[in-house]
């Protein structure tokens, strides 16, 4: 869950271009949607709609435009100093939106139901996973956006800036390519 994925390194992204406060919204929609991931694929969700071929593939097309879109704008992002105070954080929504359309979210929580069983029901099972897997959810995204809040410093200089910003959408497309891939 924790390990460089979409979600996880645009919140990278987020907090060093604007902050944990500024990205707090940013944050909630990512774990919201990935909590939506989660109870999708605890309910069996996930096997109704990728067992529809159409469906499946244009679910993914959508993925992939939206992550290469937010990687384009995170690479394109201007340095720190040059940004206005007016300029908007990415939004609750967004975050929802991508919490939701990660694959590397879907693929980890998905093996996850497969792999290992905390009971012998399936919906005790599926409850006690959603349990442990939402606070992890949530510390693992915060952790996220903090550390990349601890690059804001690095990112006041031009060369720098482009050069960590290009290094995220790269790392971002990377990680949803060998999710899809996976």
Same mark, same amino acid.
């Given at each position: 869950?924790?390990?460089? =994925?979409p979600? !996880?390194? /645009?919140? &990278?992204?987020a =907090?060093?271009?604007y902050?944990?406060?500024?990205s707090?919204?940013y944050?909630?929609?990512?774990? #919201?949607? &990935?909590?939506?991931?989660? +109870?999708?694929?605890a309910t069996?969700? !996930?096997?109704?709609?990728? %067992? #529809?071929?159409?469906?499946?593939?244009?679910?993914?097309?959508?993925?992939?435009?939206?992550?290469?879109?937010?990687?384009y704008?995170i690479?394109? @992002?201007?340095p720190?100093a040059?940004?206005?105070?007016?300029?908007?954080?990415?939004?609750l929504?967004?975050?929802t939106?991508? =919490? +939701?359309?990660?694959?590397?979210?879907? #693929?980890?929580? *998905?093996? +996850?139901?497969? /792999?290992?069983?905390? /009971?012998? !029901?399936?919906t $005790?099972d *599926? %409850? @006690?996973?959603? !349990?442990?897997?939402t606070?992890?959810?949530?510390?693992?995204?915060?952790?996220?956006?903090?550390?990349? @809040? /601890?690059?804001?410093?690095?990112?006041?200089?031009p060369?720098?800036?482009?050069?960590?910003n &290009?290094a995220?959408? +790269?790392?971002?497309?990377?990680? $949803?390519?060998?999710?899809?891939?996976?």
């Amino acid at each position: 869950m924790g390990s460089p =994925g979409p979600a !996880t390194i /645009s919140l &990278t992204a987020a =907090g060093s271009a604007y902050g944990v406060r500024r990205s707090f919204a940013y944050l909630a929609g990512i774990i #919201v949607g &990935t909590t939506i991931v989660l +109870v999708a694929v605890a309910t069996g969700i !996930t096997a109704t709609l990728l %067992a #529809v071929p159409a469906l499946r593939a244009f679910l993914i097309v959508i993925s992939a435009a939206y992550i290469l879109w937010l990687a384009y704008h995170i690479a394109t @992002a201007p340095p720190l100093a040059a940004h206005a105070v007016a300029k908007h954080a990415p939004s609750l929504v967004g975050g929802t939106l991508l =919490g +939701v359309a990660n694959p590397k979210a879907w #693929v980890a929580i *998905a093996a +996850v139901f497969v /792999s290992a069983h905390l /009971s012998e !029901t399936a919906t $005790t099972d *599926a %409850a @006690a996973k959603i !349990t442990v897997l939402t606070p992890m959810i949530i510390l693992i995204c915060t952790a996220w956006l903090i550390a990349g @809040a /601890s690059l804001t410093r690095l990112l006041r200089d031009p060369p720098r800036a482009r050069m960590i910003n &290009t290094a995220l959408a +790269v790392a971002l497309v990377g990680a $949803t390519a060998l999710a899809v891939l996976h």
